[in-house]
């Protein structure tokens, strides 16, 4: 769970990185997406991995899609891939 909720507030952080107009959607997005998921069993573990591994797949595509620097995202990395 402490793990999840890092992943949450780094994706959050990338948010802010996004053009104004497009950060409120995002922001809204990640919340409903780590919502959905809160009723995952967090003893498993290979459910957990591929939540994170997803997050962070994800959170590259939209930093792309901006042109934002994928190296921004580096803590995530660490943190989905921990």
């Known amino acids: 769970m402490h793990t999840a909720l890092r992943a949450y507030g780094e994706v959050l952080r990338l948010v802010r990185r996004l053009p104004q107009e497009t950060r409120g959607y995002y922001a809204k997005y990640a919340r409903e997406n780590f919502v ?47």
């Open 36 to 82: 959905n998921f809160r009723e995952v069993d967090p003893n498993d573990a290979g459910a957990i991995d591929e939540l994170l591994k997803r997050t962070y797949v994800h959170s590259l595509w939209v930093l792309n899609k901006y042109s934002v620097d994928e190296s921004v995202a580096d803590k995530l990395k660490g943190i989905c891939s921990a």
